[in-house]
C-alpha cells in the first residue's frame, strides 16, 4: 500500500521562471488511478502552485490532454500501472505555447475552429411549423464518428505538419468542417471551402496519420482531410469544365 511511483512534471511560471523545467514528485501507487488523479494528489498534497486543466474526468470534455512520456493521451485515460516500471514524465502538449506549467494557450486553435464554422449552415431555414428537419441512419451514418470530437487537441500535438507550420488550420477543426459539410441539413460547404481548401488547409497535410493515431475518441481527422481533397479536386474539375457547373 506504500508503493509510490515518480512522475516528473514540466513546470513553467512565465512571471517568475526564465525557461521551463521538470520537478520530480513521488506519488502514492494504486491500480485503479490514472496520470489525472497522480496530478490531483501533487496538487491537494504536495504542491498547490502547480497548474493543469481537467473537468469531467471521463474522457469527455476534452481538457486534459498532456504529453504522457513523449505521447499526446488524456490524462484521465492513462493509467498509471502502464507506466509502472519507470518515470512518468508529463508535459504540456507539443506545438502549443504554455500559459503555465501543463496550461497551453488554445487560442490559434480556437481561431481556426470559428473559421471553418463547424455549426448547421442553412440558406433557407425551414419554418418551424413544418416539422423536424429528418435524417436517416444512412445520413447519420456518413458524419456520425466525426461528431465524437471534443477538441482535445492530442491530434494537433502529435501532428507533425502542425508543429512545422502554425498556419495549417489542423486536423481536428478539418474534420468537423467535414463534419458538417456532409450533414445533409448543411449547405455552407462552398463557404467553409474558402478556409478548408486552401494552401493551409486540407492541401497543407502530407498523410502522416498521427492524428488519428492519437483520438480517444475514435475519430479519423486523416480520412476526413483526404475525403475532402477528393471532394475539392472534384469540384475544381467541376468549375473548370462546366463554368458555373460547381455547386
Ligand atoms: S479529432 Fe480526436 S484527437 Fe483531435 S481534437 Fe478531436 S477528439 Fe481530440
Ligand atoms: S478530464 Fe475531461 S477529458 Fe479528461
Redesign the pocket.
Known sequence: MNETIALEVLRYNPDTDREPHFQRYAVPYRDEWVVLDALTHIKDQLDATLCFRWSCHMAVC?SC?VMINGE?KLGCHAFLRDYRNGVVRVEPLDHFPIERDLVIVMDDFMAKLSSVEPYLLVDAAKPLGEGEHLQTPAELNLFKQ?A?????????A?CPQYGLNEGFVG??AL??AHRYNLDSRDTGKDRRAEVVASNEGVWECSFVGA??A????????AAAIQQTKVSASLDWFKAFLLPGGRK
Open positions: 476534452g490532454g499526446p466525426y465524437q470530437c471534443i477538441n482535445c487537441l492530442l491530434c494537433y502529435a486536423p481536428a474534420a468537423l492524428c488519428s492519437v483520438c480517444p475518441k475514435g475519430v479519423d481527422p
